[in-house]
């Protein structure tokens, strides 16, 4: 019994783990339907790509519990039999989701059919911006967008310098939809105008082929960016080969389009292409061999040179890899839904009564939602669309194979290492091998064939005063146009510098505003305008300016009047210097003149110091200097003394004796810089007094304003504009054309100024500066430039050679030879009062050796006062006895007395007679004599 349950339960688990295999062995079916036109290029390539891809994939991941099962259709490259492949994927074959179509526009329709029946739909090769997620919420982009080139035509028509770039495209979904982002990103980068544009369709004839290159030969653009389907680009080659237009000087740049299919093209060499940049793995080089064997065995009849794994065939391959992973990803439940389309109201070929799809939504969410490492890179579907890193720069070399030259990225631009920015601009690329094997950039111009002369307009009937400025004379009798002048010649000379040949030719304008001329420029009576015009806002928003060739900005002229009668007043004196100075001098009179009393106060008694009695005054002391033995001035004196001293080197009258060094030094510093002050105050007082003080009328722009003066401008200028905009009335503004006009209105006051611009106001004033002078600067125009319409390459191409000709010193030389050393209207102004800076550095020296001298003499005195103290201790010992009382000595004597006596003519004087005992003995038998200090020696 125990047998037959063991070997019950043996063969309970041997079956179990039979359905175990039974059913992972049996993963779930996901169908999925793929659009193609099978004969064509990218046909060929999906049909080998995508098995192999999905092939690939379950043997990575041999556990899959879903399998795509590819349900292929050609659709021939026709719209109609795209729609109607899809719609029998989506309602007889039960399809979840469609990769293709392969065409943009094949994927435009069956995209919207997708997004009514909400069954996703995924592209590999369909790169036109014409068809994106935006317009169809379940169509996904497994490949690059056209779109995403046109900045990287741009950074090569500014590297290059390309400023005209003609693109030849198909006239198509595919082509027509480019030329718009490629136009913004030229005029964004300010790189190239797009002056003509080559639409071909894709049934175009031979004969058409070939009159539309003649054309594009015969004119002066050399840089063509082809965007067309691989057939087409084909015979446009062929076509411009024939006509000679792959030769040297020519510059041709493919799309990615072309360049993913370089096999099937067969471009010329020289020929610049745009790719994906696919980083290079062991992994991509194991496809790409597998790849290029398997194609071989699929398509043995195509030529070997379409083995090539371009980008259609990578972006195809992880297309296949996404669709696959997003399968894996869905539910049980949304696997076991049934497929196709639900709740449908019409017939399986009724559009509008199409169902939906089940399991459509987390389908597309799943694939969205995919990531992974693929053959080109990192997988990321951002907003339906695949992120493209960079782009590789590819050289067409002359046995078709391609040659990398650098990468452009949106972060860095144009770089000749992926990732990383270059260090100079011209190293950003690589060496290229351009068309007829030059290694010379080609410009992009040439003199063309049938083009007619650009037509430069000149101002007519320019005064005589400003000839040297412009001017234009016509033969009367042979009708030639002769131009001159500064501006013509600036002009002829940043033409000659061009790198290519501009032919032009004058024409005369009648005598007009040039606001007018602008407009005749922008509407395309004259091609240019070169004339002495302003750079302005306003005209800006019209034309084209080159950089000024000449700086320029808005003043004013006006007459001189003397001031001097009846502005003299009591304080006149003063005027001189400035009530800075004033202070700052007095402050030094009295600084010098303290240091020197400091100095010599102690040992000059004309300073201050005691009087010794000498024998000429003994005897004749008097009741007011009877304190001692020597005299002293009192302080009120001293401080006289002091203030008259400093004051008196202003004329140079001191009288006292100095008997320092250091006074000396502080004195002879002082008298030097006195006498500088003193010469100036009289020089700047004799000016006053009679140079002429010429003041303008009207000091500035707004007392022109406030004031009831006419004011003048110049005809055809935009200044009387400018003036009526600033608030200034219109009947106040008067419009003159010749200089002497202007000064014969100014001087008989029938206006008050004059408003114009400074090279003008350079050219009066050199010949009425007596009269007249400029006030009033103001920086308010952008200089004189040229005119051209609006988007003109001679506009960036010009600046470039204005500013050669200012950094050689060629335009000074133009202007020096027009117009002379060109100085501002001298100035008749005199010179304003003196202030202290003008003097700076002369009270610092006097103050810095005052200041020194006087710190030299508080040191030497500190140590002599040191030195003296012990001596006068020691003296003062022996002498106290003697200052008391005045002792004399009296033979036989006993006794003492006291006595007064009077001195002749000195007052009273009290003597005292001490005994003898108390009289000390004397060397000699002699008396000693000790006046107290209340006493005087007599």
């Given at each position: 019994?125990?047998?037959?349950?063991?070997?019950?339960?043996l063969?309970?688990?041997?079956a179990a783990?039979?359905?175990?295999?039974?059913?992972?062995?049996?993963?779930?079916?996901?169908?999925?339907?793929?659009i193609?036109?099978a004969?064509?290029p990218?046909?060929?390539i999906?049909?080998?790509?995508?098995?192999m891809?999905?092939e690939?994939?379950?043997?990575?991941f041999?556990?899959?519990?879903?399998?795509v099962?590819?349900?292929?259709?050609d659709?021939?490259?026709d719209?109609v039999a795209a729609a109607s492949?899809?719609?029998?994927?989506m309602?007889?074959?039960?399809?979840r989701a469609i990769l293709g179509?392969?065409?943009s526009v094949?994927?435009?329709?069956?995209?919207?059919?997708?997004?009514?029946?909400?069954l996703?739909v995924v592209?590999?090769?369909?790169?036109?911006?014409s068809?994106?997620?935006a317009?169809?919420?379940?169509?996904?982009?497994?490949a690059?967008?056209?779109?995403?080139?046109?900045?990287t035509?741009?950074?090569?028509?500014?590297?290059?310098g390309w400023?005209?770039?003609?693109?030849?495209?198909?006239?198509d979904?595919?082509?027509a939809?480019?030329?718009?982002?490629?136009?913004?990103?030229?005029a964004?980068?300010?790189?190239?105008e797009?002056?003509?544009?080559?639409a071909?369709?894709a049934?175009?004839s031979?004969?058409?082929?070939?009159a539309?290159?003649?054309?594009?030969e015969?004119?002066q653009?050399?840089?063509?960016?082809?965007?067309?389907?691989?057939a087409l680009?084909?015979?446009v080659?062929?076509?411009a080969?024939?006509?000679?237009m792959?030769?040297?000087g020519?510059?041709?740049?493919?799309?990615q389009?072309?360049t993913?299919?370089?096999?099937?093209?067969q471009?010329?060499?020289?020929?610049i292409?745009l790719?994906p940049?696919?980083?290079?793995?062991?992994?991509?080089?194991?496809?790409?061999?597998?790849w290029?064997?398997?194609?071989i065995?699929d398509?043995?009849?195509?030529?070997?040179?379409h083995?090539v794994?371009g980008?259609?065939?990578v972006?195809?391959?992880?297309?296949?890899?996404?669709?696959?992973s997003?399968?894996e990803?869905?539910?049980?439940?949304d696997?076991s839904?049934?497929?196709g389309?639900v709740?449908?109201?019409?017939?399986?070929?009724?559009?509008?009564g199409?169902?939906?799809s089940?399991s459509g939504?987390?389908?597309l969410q799943?694939?969205?939602?995919?990531?992974?490492e693929?053959l080109g890179?990192?997988?990321?579907?951002?907003d339906g669309e695949?992120?493209v890193?960079?782009?590789?720069?590819?050289?067409?070399?002359d046995?078709?194979?391609?040659r990398g030259v650098?990468?452009?990225?949106?972060?860095?631009?144009l770089?000749?290492?992926?990732?990383?920015r270059?260090?100079k601009?011209?190293?950003?690329?690589?060496?290229?091998i351009?068309?007829?094997?030059?290694?010379?950039?080609?410009?992009?111009w040439?003199?063309?064939?049938?083009?007619?002369?650009?037509r430069?307009?000149?101002?007519?009937?320019v005064s005589d005063s400003?000839?040297?400025?412009?001017?234009?004379?016509?033969d009367s009798?042979?009708?030639?146009?002769?131009?001159?002048?500064?501006?013509?010649?600036?002009?002829e000379?940043?033409?000659?510098l061009?790198?290519?040949?501009?032919?032009?030719?004058?024409?005369?304008?009648?005598s007009q505003?040039?606001?007018?001329?602008i407009?005749?420029?922008?509407?395309?009576?004259?091609d240019?305008?070169?004339?002495d015009?302003?750079?302005t806002?306003d005209?800006a928003?019209?034309?084209?300016?080159?950089?000024?060739?000449?700086?320029?900005d808005?003043?004013?002229v006006?007459?001189?009047?003397?001031q001097?009668?009846?502005?003299?007043?009591?304080?006149?004196?003063?005027k001189?210097?400035s009530?800075d100075?004033?202070l700052?001098?007095?402050a030094?009179?009295?600084?010098?003149?303290f240091?020197?009393?400091?100095i010599e106060h102690r040992d000059?008694?004309?300073?201050?110091?005691?009087?010794e009695i000498?024998?000429?005054?003994?005897?004749?002391l008097?009741p007011?200097?009877?304190?001692?033995t020597?005299g002293?001035l009192?302080?009120?004196?001293q401080?006289?003394?002091?203030?008259?001293?400093?004051?008196?080197?202003?004329?140079?009258?001191?009288?006292?004796?100095l008997?320092?060094?250091?006074?000396r030094?502080v004195?002879?510093?002082?008298v030097?810089v006195?006498?500088i002050?003193?010469?100036s105050?009289?020089?700047?007082?004799?000016?006053?007094?009679?140079?002429?003080r010429?003041?303008?009328?009207?000091?500035?722009?707004?007392?022109?304003?406030?004031?009831?003066?006419?004011?003048?401008?110049?005809?055809?200028?935009?200044?009387?504009?400018?003036l009526?905009?600033?608030?200034?009335?219109?009947?106040?503004?008067?419009?003159?054309s010749?200089a002497r006009?202007?000064?014969?209105?100014l001087l008989?006051?029938?206006i008050?100024?004059?408003?114009?611009?400074?090279?003008?106001?350079?050219i009066?004033?050199?010949t009425?500066?007596?009269?007249?002078?400029?006030?009033d600067?103001?920086n308010?125009?952008?200089?004189?430039?040229?005119?051209?319409p609006?988007?003109s390459p001679?506009v960036?191409d010009?600046?470039?050679a204005?500013?050669?000709l200012?950094?050689?010193?060629?335009?000074?030389?133009?202007q020096?030879?027009?117009?002379?050393?060109?100085?501002?209207?001298?100035?008749q102004?005199?010179?304003?009062?003196?202030n202290?800076?003008?003097?700076?550095?002369?009270?610092?020296?006097?103050?810095?050796?005052s200041?020194?001298?006087?710190?030299v003499?508080?040191i030497f005195?500190?140590y002599?006062?040191?030195?003296r103290?012990?001596?006068?201790?020691?003296?003062?010992?022996?002498?106290?006895r003697?200052?008391?009382?005045?002792?004399?000595e009296?033979?036989?004597?006993?006794?003492s007395a006291?006595?007064s006596?009077?001195?002749?003519?000195?007052?009273?004087?009290e003597?005292?007679?001490?005994?003898?005992d108390?009289?000390?003995p004397?060397t000699?038998g002699?008396?000693?004599?000790?006046?107290?200090?209340?006493?005087?020696?007599?």
């Amino acid at each position: 019994m125990t047998g037959d349950v063991r070997l019950l339960l043996l063969l309970v688990g041997f079956a179990a783990c039979l359905l175990a295999t039974s059913s992972r062995a049996q993963p779930t079916e996901a169908k999925v339907g793929l659009i193609i036109d099978a004969d064509s290029p990218v046909g060929k390539i999906a049909t080998t790509t995508i098995p192999m891809a999905l092939e690939d994939f379950y043997a990575a991941f041999p556990n899959s519990t879903a399998r795509v099962n590819i349900l292929q259709h050609d659709s021939g490259g026709d719209v109609v039999a795209a729609a109607s492949a899809a719609l029998q994927l989506m309602t007889s074959q039960g399809a979840r989701a469609i990769l293709g179509p392969q065409s943009s526009v094949e994927s435009a329709f069956v995209a919207g059919l997708a997004t009514q029946a909400e069954l996703p739909v995924v592209s590999f090769s369909s790169t036109s911006p014409s068809v994106s997620p935006a317009t169809a919420r379940f169509f996904s982009r497994a490949a690059q967008s056209d779109a995403a080139q046109a900045g990287t035509v741009a950074a090569l028509a500014t590297l290059f310098g390309w400023r005209r770039v003609v693109p030849i495209y198909q006239d198509d979904d595919y082509g027509a939809a480019f030329v718009p982002f490629l136009v913004d990103a030229l005029a964004s980068a300010r790189a190239a105008e797009v002056p003509y544009r080559c639409a071909l369709p894709a049934d175009t004839s031979p004969d058409a082929l070939a009159a539309e290159m003649y054309r594009m030969e015969s004119e002066q653009t050399r840089v063509f960016v082809l965007h067309a389907r691989a057939a087409l680009a084909r015979r446009v080659f062929a076509a411009a080969e024939e006509a000679g237009m792959t030769g040297e000087g020519y510059v041709w740049v493919i799309t990615q389009g072309i360049t993913g299919l370089l096999g099937s093209v067969q471009p010329p060499q020289g020929v610049i292409g745009l790719a994906p940049y696919v980083p290079t793995t062991p992994r991509l080089r194991d496809v790409k061999k597998r790849w290029a064997q398997r194609y071989i065995r699929d398509h043995p009849d195509d030529d070997l040179s379409h083995a090539v794994l371009g980008c259609y065939a990578v972006w195809a391959y992880d297309a296949a890899w996404a669709m696959a992973s997003a399968a894996e990803r869905l539910s049980a439940a949304d696997l076991s839904t049934q497929p196709g389309l639900v709740n449908g109201a019409g017939g399986p070929t009724d559009i509008s009564g199409l169902g939906k799809s089940a399991s459509g939504e987390n389908f597309l969410q799943a694939i969205n939602d995919t990531k992974f490492e693929g053959l080109g890179g990192r997988f990321d579907l951002v907003d339906g669309e695949l992120v493209v890193p960079a782009y590789r720069v590819l050289n067409i070399m002359d046995d078709g194979k391609e040659r990398g030259v650098g990468f452009w990225s949106p972060a860095y631009g144009l770089t000749r290492h992926v990732g990383r920015r270059s260090d100079k601009p011209d190293g950003a690329l690589a060496p290229v091998i351009w068309p007829g094997e030059s290694t010379v950039r080609p410009s992009g111009w040439v003199q063309p064939t049938n083009a007619r002369k650009l037509r430069v307009a000149v101002p007519g009937n320019v005064s005589d005063s400003y000839r040297s400025i412009l001017h234009l004379e016509v033969d009367s009798v042979t009708n030639q146009t002769t131009a001159g002048g500064f501006v013509i010649e600036v002009f002829e000379a940043a033409v000659r510098l061009l790198p290519y040949a501009l032919p032009f030719e004058y024409v005369k304008a009648e005598s007009q505003p040039y606001d007018n001329l602008i407009l005749g420029v922008e509407n395309g009576t004259f091609d240019a305008a070169v004339a002495d015009m302003t750079i302005t806002a306003d005209r800006a928003a019209h034309v084209d300016f080159t950089l000024p060739y000449m700086s320029s900005d808005i003043a004013m002229v006006v007459p001189l009047r003397d001031q001097r009668g009846g502005n003299f007043t009591w304080f006149f004196f003063l005027k001189p210097l400035s009530s800075d100075l004033w202070l700052v001098s007095a402050a030094f009179f009295l600084f010098t003149g303290f240091v020197v009393w400091a100095i010599e106060h102690r040992d000059n008694g004309e300073f201050g110091a005691e009087v010794e009695i000498t024998p000429s005054n003994k005897g004749k002391l008097t009741p007011t200097n009877q304190a001692g033995t020597k005299g002293k001035l009192t302080p009120s004196n001293q401080v006289g003394t002091l203030v008259y001293f400093g004051f008196s080197t202003l004329v140079f009258s001191h009288r006292e004796k100095l008997t320092s060094n250091l006074s000396r030094l502080v004195v002879v510093i002082w008298v030097f810089v006195v006498l500088i002050l003193q010469s100036s105050y009289t020089a700047s007082l004799t000016s006053m007094l009679t140079v002429p003080r010429v003041e303008p009328t009207i000091a500035d722009y707004l007392a022109l304003l406030r004031g009831t003066e006419k004011v003048g401008v110049m005809n055809n200028s935009f200044t009387g504009e400018a003036l009526t905009r600033s608030g200034f009335p219109q009947a106040r503004i008067m419009r003159y054309s010749t200089a002497r006009s202007f000064q014969e209105a100014l001087l008989n006051k029938s206006i008050g100024a004059v408003v114009n611009e400074t090279p003008y106001f350079n050219i009066f004033l050199k010949t009425y500066s007596d009269n007249f002078t400029m006030t009033d600067q103001r920086n308010m125009t952008g200089g004189l430039g040229f005119a051209f319409p609006k988007g003109s390459p001679y506009v960036t191409d010009l600046s470039r050679a204005i500013m050669n000709l200012t950094e050689s010193d060629e335009i000074n030389k133009i202007q020096r030879k027009w117009f002379g050393d060109l100085k501002d209207g001298d100035s008749q102004f005199t010179s304003g009062s003196l202030n202290f800076k003008s003097f700076g550095s002369l009270f610092l020296l006097t103050g810095v050796t005052s200041l020194v001298c006087c710190v030299v003499h508080l040191i030497f005195n500190f140590y002599a006062d040191n030195r003296r103290q012990p001596a006068q201790q020691i003296t003062s010992r022996h002498s106290s006895r003697r200052e008391a009382h005045c002792v004399i000595e009296m033979a036989g004597s006993q006794h003492s007395a006291s006595s007064s006596y009077t001195s002749e003519g000195s007052g009273s004087m009290e003597m005292v007679i001490l005994p003898s005992d108390e009289i000390e003995p004397f060397t000699g038998g002699q008396r000693e004599e000790a006046v107290s200090p209340t006493h005087q020696r007599a």
